[in-house]
Structure formats: structure tokens, C-alpha cells
């Protein structure tokens, strides 16, 4: 069985950092974690789910226009283990956010950011 979960979510105030979590498991994570781009995507109240920043298997990390020089995405293989450092956040970025392996599939039950003064 396929699991990814999510942490790291909260509220925090404009300008602020949280650093997202997501923990992978399943056949095929345990032996090929480190072979599969994963990504992140978020989901805003009555908007359509969009994507955030992806990961390759050789650490090329990819980003949406909003996000870049505000997110990092990086992966520790040996903890099976994708991150995303959000710096200076925005109330715009508040939202659900989702990881996934690439091409999306299978989805975590997501980790909620919220921006907020």
C-alpha cells in the first residue's frame, strides 16, 4: 500500500516560514524512493489543486513563477522523504498542500498552510 503524509502545516503571519514534511511508504517507495521526482501541489478554498515545485531523482527542483525565491524543495532519499521550506510567506499561499509522486497518482490527505495577520 502506497502512503505519503504530510506535516508541518499551521498558521503563521505574512512574511513567515514553515517548513512542510512528506513521508513516503509502500512498494514503491521502499526500494525506489530515490528514483521517482516527486512534487508538491497545493489547493486553495474553491480553486482547483495546482502545482508548487517538483523534485527529480537526480535533485532538480522545478517551481511554480509565484514560489520561486520564496521555496525550497529538496528530499532526503535515505528517510524516503520530500520537504518544502516556504520563506516570506503570503496570504495568497494559504492553502492545502499535497505531495505526490510524479506523474500525480497518489495523493496524502494534505497538511493545511494558512497566511494570516
Known amino acids: 500500500q502506497v502512503q505519503l503524509v504530510e506535516s508541518g502545516g499551521g498558521l503563521v503571519q505574512p512574511g513567515g516560514s514553515l517548513r512542510l514534511s512528506c513521508t513516503t511508504s509502500g512498494s514503491i517507495f521502499s526500494r525506489n524512493f530515490s528514483r521517482n521526482a516527486m512534487a508538491w501541489y497545493r489547493q486553495a478554498p474553491g480553486k482547483q489543486r495546482q502545482f508548487v515545485a517538483s523534485i527529480s531523482s537526480g535533485g532538480i527542483p522545478t517551481y511554480v513563477e509565484s514560489v520561486k525565491g520564496r521555496f525550497t524543495i529538496f528530499r532526503d532519499n535515505a528517510q524516503n522523504t520530500v520537504y518544502l521550506q516556504m520563506n516570506s510567506l503570503k496570504p495568497e499561499d494559504t492553502a492545502v498542500y499535497y505531495c505526490?509522486?510524479?506523474?500525480?497518482?497518489?495523493w496524502g490527505q494534505g497538511t493545511q498552510v494558512t497566511v494570516s495577520s
Open positions: 505526490t509522486i510524479l506523474p500525480p497518482r497518489y
